[in-house]
């Protein structure tokens, strides 16, 4: 306990981090304010808010044309149609057993499209999609930079710890020992919990400020499902639809368990390999070199059913669509669960590195 006191006093008189904490949260700020448009942004958002929620304001009547002009995207909506629409434009072309297992899963999209006409999922008040985009833009744009700001506050708390005894040229009377090894679980832990620490700040931070300046009350029940939500995606005009009944609070809750899981996956790989490497700095390089190296592999595609499997093993997957999580998504990834199917696999891959720095790092051949 008092070991683990005095590693969390190392970071916390950390000005280094703090100082990216801070500048994290100013630039998503700055970056959220930019995107709504400054003030005469603001005002319309807090008119249409006023719209939607009450009925009332100068944008009422605006709001009530755009109600029916999206009226009918439910009519006539075909997910195979969406489907051959989507190959046609990316030029993907899959074919045997793989094809089926994609058509298979648009029959089930369109078998929740039908499910969410009869519950009526496809009705419910929001701000209009194709004008104001907010999905895409707070699930997409601000939460793929917030993923890797997050990202970078674990890997720096982890690894500040874990290699502060080489930096301090310390390391050669601590680590010889058994005790002296041991101490390094306890900054390991240490690190991640101070770096989740961090990572729920900035991540509440930004939150806060967004629902700030796009008010949500009272709109939070609404289905992600809802017509009025639509956002132009790929060159066409239609709904969300997600695998199960989701209203705008569930999907926040699920999207921040996906974050914060992810979050942990970056955790375990800078631990297992700071065991293997022994530098931080080498570590850090390691680490962003993967994930670079990974978003570029992302868009290799095989047509065949490998690329469910690399989809599913590829931890930038998961931060490249993070605007379509628990929907249709990917060819690859348009089935219920496959979120935690790719957390489940990143997650155990980085298990793997952890119990192989560790072995590697108890036999002193690192």
Not at 315 to 342: K, P, Q, R, V
């Amino acid at each position: 306990m008092r070991i683990g006191k005095l590693e969390l006093g190392k970071l916390i008189k950390n000005p280094g981090i703090w100082f990216l904490f801070v500048s994290f949260l100013i630039l998503n700020v700055l970056f959220i304010s930019g995107e709504l448009g400054g003030k005469e942004g603001k005002k319309e958002i807090r008119e249409m808010y006023q719209a939607v929620r009450n009925g009332e304001g100068e944008l009422r009547e605006e709001y009530e044309e755009y109600k029916d002009s999206v009226d009918g995207l439910y009519d006539h909506l075909e997910m195979m149609e969406i489907l051959k629409k989507k190959e046609e434009m990316a030029g993907y072309h899959p074919t045997g057993k793989y094809q089926n297992f994609i058509e298979n899963n648009y029959k089930k999209l369109q078998e929740r499209v039908e499910e969410i006409k009869e519950k009526g999922e496809d009705t419910g008040d929001f701000y209009p999609g194709r004008i104001f985009k907010f999905h895409s833009l707070f699930y997409g744009d601000v939460k793929r930079t917030l993923l890797l700001e997050m990202f970078v506050l674990m890997m720096l708390s982890i690894l500040y710890l874990m290699d502060y005894e080489r930096i301090q040229k310390t390391r050669d009377i601590v680590i010889p020992t058994q005790t002296g090894k041991g101490v390094m679980k306890i900054k390991a832990v240490v690190g991640l919990c101070y770096g989740f620490f961090l990572s729920m700040l900035l991540f509440l931070g930004t939150v806060l400020y967004f629902l700030y300046q796009v008010p949500f009350r009272g709109l939070w029940n609404v289905p992600v499902s809802s017509k009025v939500m639509a956002e132009p995606r790929i060159q066409m005009l239609y709904p969300f639809i997600t695998f199960f009944r989701c209203t705008m609070m569930q999907y926040f809750f699920l999207s921040m368990l996906v974050t914060f899981l992810l979050v942990c996956i970056v955790a375990g790989l800078a631990v297992g390999f700071q065991l293997l490497i022994q530098n931080s700095y080498l570590t850090f390089l390691a680490e962003g070199l993967l994930f670079w190296g990974l978003e570029i592999f992302a868009w290799f595609h095989t047509e065949s059913f490998l690329d469910v499997v690399l989809s599913v093993c590829n931890f930038t997957t998961l931060w490249i669509t993070s605007g379509a999580w628990f929907m249709e998504n990917d060819f690859s990834l348009s089935f219920a669960g496959n979120e935690f199917w790719c957390v489940g696999c990143q997650g155990a891959l980085a298990v793997g590195v952890v119990l192989f720095g560790r072995w590697r790092y108890r036999r002193g051949e690192v």
